[in-house]
T-cell receptor, first 113, second 112 residues
Framework: GAGVSQSPSNKVTEKGKDVELRCDPI?????LYWYRQRLGQGLEFLIY????????KSGLPSDRFSAERTGESVSTLTIQRTQQEDSAVYLC???????????FGPGTRLTVL | GQNIDQPTEMTATEGAIVQINCTYQ??????LFWYQQHAGEAPTFLSY????GLEEKGRFSSFLSRSKGYSYLLLKELQMKDSASYLC?????????????FGKGTSLLVTP
């Protein structure tokens, strides 16, 4: 079946602009995660959604970052007033509820000029 | 917070065995994971340890010692396609679900 998909695959934006990244999880996966991977760094957890429960936002680096998910489907990660340090690959992963194996999407490479 | 340390790079020969170590410090350990990431691709799940001991899955095995804050990934009968980055990740009690904290990864190069 189809895996996790993300769009766009690449995004170049100017400092100060807002960007919106999209993730389509695997059908039936109630858990959804966003991570960020800066060049030369490990993946950083950003936010976690599980069904209709309140999301775990403990990894969001600032109030410029927000994410939404409607039910158990698509999620969007929004970064407002982008800064150069926001440049990274943003990865989305999904899994079955309370299952350890996460399936990652191909990522969105964000470049802030 | 926590620290996850693993070697930056390793090189091994095709057909050989390689062990990639990972040490971690965390306030509330709740599982250790290994992922494989080929250049430019998404990470893929390899293994999960929550209890001490060795978990074997084909050519790959993963070991955990919670008292030592230590894990290793063992790759046997290395193949050229095993050249990739290997990511050690820890799950903490303070995070919901299986939200993970990752190390920087170990870049493994398999040579003929």
């Amino acid at each position: 079946g189809a895996g996790v998909s993300q769009s766009p695959s690449n995004k170049v934006t100017e400092k100060g602009k807002d960007v919106e990244l999209r993730c389509d999880p695997i059908s039936g996966h109630t858990a959804l995660y966003w991570y960020r991977q800066r060049l030369g760094q490990g993946l950083e957890f950003l936010i976690y959604f599980q069904g209709n429960s309140a999301p775990d936002k403990s990894g969001l680096p600032s109030d410029r970052f927000s994410a939404e998910r409607t039910g158990e489907s698509v999620s969007t990660l929004t970064i407002q007033r982008t800064q150069q340090e926001d440049s990274a690959v943003y990865l989305c992963a999904s899994s079955l509820a309370l299952h350890p194996e996460q399936f990652f999407g191909p990522g969105t490479r964000l470049t802030v000029l | 917070g926590q620290n996850i340390d693993q070697p930056t790079e390793m090189t091994a020969t095709e057909g050989a065995i390689v062990q990639i170590n990972c040490t971690y410090q965390t306030s509330g350990f709740n599982g250790l994971f290994w992922y494989q990431q080929h250049a430019g691709e998404a990470p893929t799940f390899l293994s999960y340890n929550v209890l001490d001991g060795l978990e074997e899955k084909g050519r790959f095995s993963s070991f955990l010692s919670r008292s030592k804050g230590y894990s290793y990934l063992l790759l046997k009968e290395l193949q050229m396609k095993d050249s990739a980055s290997y990511l050690c990740a820890v799950r903490e009690d303070r995070r919901a679900g299986y939200a993970l904290n990752f190390g920087k990864g170990t870049s493994l190069l398999v040579t003929p």
